[in-house]
């Protein structure tokens, strides 16, 4: 479960903000959209999270950068855990945004911390980067209390790593191995490849990173989770199809080996390659429409592959099923997901529909939760939480904020949350004058 997250100097954030998962605590819909953990993990009276959690906010007021501080967050893990075990770096590192609009940041860094919930036990995970460089690395748990698990900090003359716990013995073994640690690549990458005292801990933190799911434009993960679990999600997402009156009456998942004949036509066919014993193949999904003779009787189907045949399934339908197979996986799973633009091309009884899975007790048993950026403001008024709730804002020198509804104190729990957004109560709404026309 993630709990924090904090960004500061990355994109159009300057400050430091945090966008958290930790419901305040009131009543507001506690049985359906809030789970408790145990107290031995967070402490009592801060032990409840939030199933969901809504981003709204103008165009290029930030709700996107909040989705890619984290997804840039995981890249830096997992791609680096990749490299590692390949034999071969690659720099993540040399694509960190920092805020641009402010002259005198030099030398400020880029921060970024995770709070979460891995196999039972809380971990903080911090990390700093200045000039594409990492200086500093940081990894807290708590079991009786919050305890370091290892700092890493660079200088000039390389990377100094302290390990809580580590046998005397080791140290010198230690110290050789990482003294020459690059400033592109993480220790906590590095070291959970090692068969190292402390490798368990690591090893928790990078399988959450691994199972944290993100779904944007150019971010969708394949078409693989369809064919898992023995097909249970694939069959479930055509039941969700169908009832939904999509016209899909079945789907599979298939495999063009001849990859370079499929051309890129789509913002998330690029993420459906794999590869296998038979070579490198091209994932699509095979869908089956009925046909009718001239008295309504079915008489066959006809084959659309979605990505090939891409245009003749609507746009919508499309994009709901390159995400809803990690819907699915997500709820089974207890994971997180995050979701880009959530309402994008779908309507809203759809959009409103995969939220209610996840503030459900029946459909998410297993406490998955859900973070989207959104601007169907409908959605507010749906049996939400005010600290479900998210809205970012941008001053006029580009800097970034973001603030909860809980935040407002003015606002009642029966209110309806979207009026007063679009009066903007909440925060200022984008200001478009009717009646003008551009001057030339």
């Known amino acids: 479960m993630l709990v924090n997250f904090k960004?500061?100097?990355?994109?159009?954030?300057?400050?430091?903000?945090?966008?958290?998962?930790?419901?305040?605590?009131?009543?507001?819909?506690?049985?359906?959209?809030?789970?408790?953990?145990?107290?031995?993990?967070?402490?009592?009276?801060?032990?409840?999270?939030?199933?969901?959690?809504?981003?709204?906010?103008?165009?290029?007021?930030?709700?996107?950068?909040?989705?890619?501080?984290?997804?840039?967050?995981?890249?830096?893990?997992?791609?680096?855990?990749?490299?590692?075990?390949?034999?071969?770096?690659?720099?993540?590192?040399?694509?960190?945004?920092?805020?641009?609009?402010?002259?005198?940041?030099?030398?400020?860094?880029?921060?970024?911390?995770?709070?979460?919930?891995?196999?039972?036990?809380?971990?903080?995970?911090?990390?700093?980067?200045?000039?594409?460089?990492?200086?500093?690395?940081?990894?807290?748990?708590?079991?009786?209390?919050?305890?370091?698990?290892?700092?890493?900090?660079?200088?000039?003359?390389?990377?100094k790593v302290t390990i809580v716990g580590l046998e005397t013995r080791l140290r010198p073994l230690f110290n050789k191995l990482f003294d020459k640690l690059s400033d592109k690549k993480l220790f906590l990458s590095i070291a959970s490849t090692l068969s190292l005292p402390f490798s368990q801990d690591l090893e928790c933190v990078v399988d959450w990173f691994r199972k944290l799911t993100i779904v944007t434009d150019d971010d969708s993960n394949g078409f693989e989770v369809y064919s898992q679990e023995e097909n249970r999600y694939r069959d479930r997402a055509l039941r969700i199809l169908q009832n939904a009156d999509f016209g899909v009456k079945s789907f599979s998942v298939t495999k063009n080996y001849n990859p370079d004949e499929v051309e890129i036509r789509t913002p998330y066919i690029q993420n459906q390659f794999g590869y296998d014993s038979q070579g490198e193949y091209a994932l699509d999904l095979e869908t089956a429409f009925a046909v009718y003779d001239k008295d309504m009787q079915k008489v066959g189907e006809k084959k659309v592959l979605l990505n090939k045949d891409f245009g003749f399934h609507s746009d919508g339908t499309y994009r709901l099923m390159c995400f809803l197979g990690h819907i699915l996986k997500v709820l089974d799973k207890g994971e997180v997901l995050l979701i880009d633009e959530i309402d994008s091309k779908l309507h809203f009884l759809v959009v409103d529909f995969i939220l209610g899975l996840f503030n459900s007790k029946e459909e998410n048993p297993n406490n998955a939760q859900l973070i989207c950026t959104t601007h169907n403001v409908m959605l507010m008024d749906r049996q939400m939480r005010r600290d479900q709730i998210y809205f970012t804002v941008k001053d006029k020198y580009g800097n970034s904020a973001i603030d909860s509804l809980i935040d407002f104190k003015e606002v009642k729990r029966n209110e309806l949350f979207s009026k007063k957004y679009l009066a903007g109560f909440y925060t200022r709404v984008p200001g478009i004058r009717r009646g003008r026309h551009f001057e030339t």
């Open 7 to 159: 960004i500061k100097n990355y994109r159009s954030f300057c400050d430091e903000v945090n966008f958290s998962m930790l419901a305040v605590p009131n009543k507001e819909y506690a049985d359906t959209n809030v789970f408790c953990v145990d107290e031995k993990i967070l402490k009592k009276g801060e032990n409840e999270l939030l199933k969901s959690a809504l981003i709204y906010g103008a165009n290029a007021s930030g709700k996107t950068n909040i989705l890619k501080a984290m997804k840039f967050m995981r890249e830096l893990v997992l791609i680096d855990v990749k490299a590692q075990s390949a034999g071969r770096i690659v720099p993540v590192i040399e694509v960190n945004e920092p805020f641009s609009f402010y002259d005198f940041l030099g030398g400020t860094p880029t921060v970024l911390e995770m709070d979460f919930i891995s196999n039972g036990i809380f971990y903080s995970y911090g990390l700093e980067i200045v000039n594409k460089q990492i200086i500093k690395e940081v990894l807290y748990k708590r079991e009786e209390r919050l305890t370091l698990v290892f700092k890493r900090e660079n200088n000039k003359t390389g990377a």
